[in-house]
Every structure is written in C-alpha cells, then in structure tokens.
Nanobody, 119 residues
Framework: VQLQASGGGLVQAGGSLRLSCAAS????????MGWFRQAPGKEREFVAA????????SYADSVKGRFTISRDNTKNTLYLQMNSLKPEDTAVYYC?????????????WGQGTLVTVSS
C-alpha cells in the first residue's frame, strides 16, 4: 500500500489543522494505521493510532484531548484533526500502516507533511 500525507502548513499557536493520508494499492481495512512525527533534532515519536475498523484509538499523552485520529475506509483515508496547536507540535508528520496479523509493525510509511506552529 502507498500512503500520501497532506494538510500540513503554518499555523499560529492555538489554531487547528487537519492532516489527511490517502492510501492506494491496498484496502485500508486490512491495516491498523497511525500518525507519527519528527521534530528537528529529535527522534520520530508516536502521535496517535486507530485500529482497522476505526473503533479503537490511542494517543500520546502530549496530544491527548487536542488531537483526534479517524479513518474512512470507504475513501481509504486516514485523518488527524489537530486543535489547540502548540509550538512544540512543530514537526514533520508521517502516516503509517500496520498490516493485521502477528508481526505488529508499521511496514508502510507516507512521505511526511510539515506542520509549523508559530508562537
């Protein structure tokens, strides 16, 4: 499956953005999916994940209550609604897909979309 992230940009602190991740070449209902981010000079970190059906979600503590992950399998698209953005949310955001099964690893990654939050 190929993933294409979009929706990043420059926003002021307190603002909102919605990221999208379009999948092609596969059926998204065969994958759990997630968002990760990498800030300058830092390692990539987990942001949020959603199971194959959209019924189960999880979040990093740093974004809980501000970000919402969702998916529309009919459109093969993953979303990340980001509200109350903070300068520390500035990063390249990546979407990823984890095939259902025992391997439990994100095998497929999008190219990333840059989110910049100004103070």
């Amino acid at each position: 499956v190929q993933l294409q992230a979009s929706g990043g940009g420059l926003v002021q602190a307190g603002g909102s953005l919605r990221l999208s991740c379009a999948a092609s070449g596969g059926t998204t209902s065969n994958y759990d999916m997630g968002w990760f981010r990498q800030a300058p000079g830092k390692e990539r970190e987990f942001v949020a994940a959603v199971n194959w059906s959209g019924g189960v979600t999880s979040y990093a503590d740093s974004v809980k209550g501000r970000f919402t992950i969702s998916r529309d399998n009919t459109k093969n698209t993953l979303y990340l609604q980001m509200n109350s953005l903070k300068p520390e949310d500035t990063a390249v955001y990546y979407c990823a897909a984890r095939p259902l099964g025992p391997r439990n690893r994100y095998d497929y990654w999008g190219q990333g979309t840059l989110v910049t939050v100004s103070s």
